[in-house]
C-alpha cells in the first residue's frame, strides 16, 4: 500500500497507470507486474490516522509513506530522497514556562518516537538512501527562535505533517511500514522562492517507480 497526504507529490507515478476504486478512498493500481492500493489521505496528523484507521484492518506486505518534508540540515539539501527511521511527535505535550515537555516526560506515554517496522522483500534497495529521523508537527517551522528550540529539544533532520501518526498507525495494527520523503526546502523563515518542490517531487517519485519495479 502506498499512503501519500496529497495526489499531489505521487502523481508522476500515478500517470499512466491503471487504476479502480476499491472503496475507503483507495484505488488500486496496476505497477508491472504489482498491484498497490494508493491511498491519499489529506494533510496533517488527523487526516493521516483517521484514514489509516479505516483500512489497515486489510493485510498488506507493507505500507509505504510517501511525500516531501524540510530539512534542518544544510547537508541535507533540497532534491534529497531519504529513508525516515524514526518519527516523533514534536508538539504535542504542554508548556512549562520556557520548557517543553513531551507526552513521554508528562507521564502519559511510554516512548519518546515511533518507527519504521517489519521487512520486506525489496528492502535491499533502501540501502541507497540516507536513514534519518524526523519529526511531525501541526504547524511547519517558520520562526528562526522557534527552530533552534526545536533542534535542541529533538535534533530531528527534517520534518513532515504525517509522518508520525503513519507510524503510530501502522505500529499499532503490526503493519510492516517505511517512510520516505524528498526535501522541497531548508527550514527556515518561509521563502517559497527557495523552495525546490518540483525537483524533490520528481526524484521522489522516480526512486518509488524504481523501488516499486524491484519486487
Not at 136 to 163: L, Q
Request: with cysteine; charged share 20%.
Amino acid at each position: 500500500m502506498l499512503v501519500s497526504a496529497t495526489q499531489f507529490e505521487i502523481l508522476p507515478l500515478l500517470h499512466g497507470v491503471k487504476k479502480k476504486s476499491s472503496g475507503n478512498g483507495l484505488n488500486t493500481c496496476t505497477f508491472g507486474k504489482n498491484s498497490v492500493d494508493v491511498l491519499i489521505t489529506g494533510v496533517g496528523m488527523t487526516a493521516m490516522a483517521f484514514h489509516l484507521g479505516k483500512i489497515l484492518g486489510r493485510k498488506y506486505d507493507l505500507a509505504i509513506n510517501a511525500g516531501v518534508a524540510g530539512s534542518f540540515r544544510r547537508s541535507i539539501s533540497p532534491g534529497t530522497v531519504v529513508n525516515v527511521v524514526k518519527d516523533s511527535f514534536a508538539d504535542l505535550g504542554a508548556e512549562d514556562g520556557e520548557k517543553f515537555l513531551t507526552l513521554r516526560e508528562m507521564g502519559l506515554a511510554k516512548g519518546a518516537s515511533l518507527k519504521a517496522q517489519g521487512r520486506w522483500k525489496g528492502s535491499k534497495i533502501l540501502s541507497n538512501l540516507s536513514k534519518v529521523d524526523s519529526i511531525t508537527v501541526n504547524t511547519v517551522h517558520g520562526n528562526a527562535a522557534n527552530i533552534k528550540k526545536i533542534i535542541r529539544k529533538f535534533n530531528p533532520d527534517i520534518e513532515s505533517m504525517e509522518g508520525a501518526a503513519f507510524f503510530f498507525a501502522c505500529n499499532n495494527f503490526k503493519m510492516p511500514c517505511i517512510q520516505i520523503r524528498a526535501v522541497s526546502n531548508y527550514v527556515e523563515r518561509r521563502n517559497k522562492k527557495a523552495w525546490k518542490l518540483m525537483p524533490a517531487i520528481e526524484n521522489l517519485n522516480a526512486f518509488l517507480e524504481e523501488m516499486l519495479a524491484s519486487v
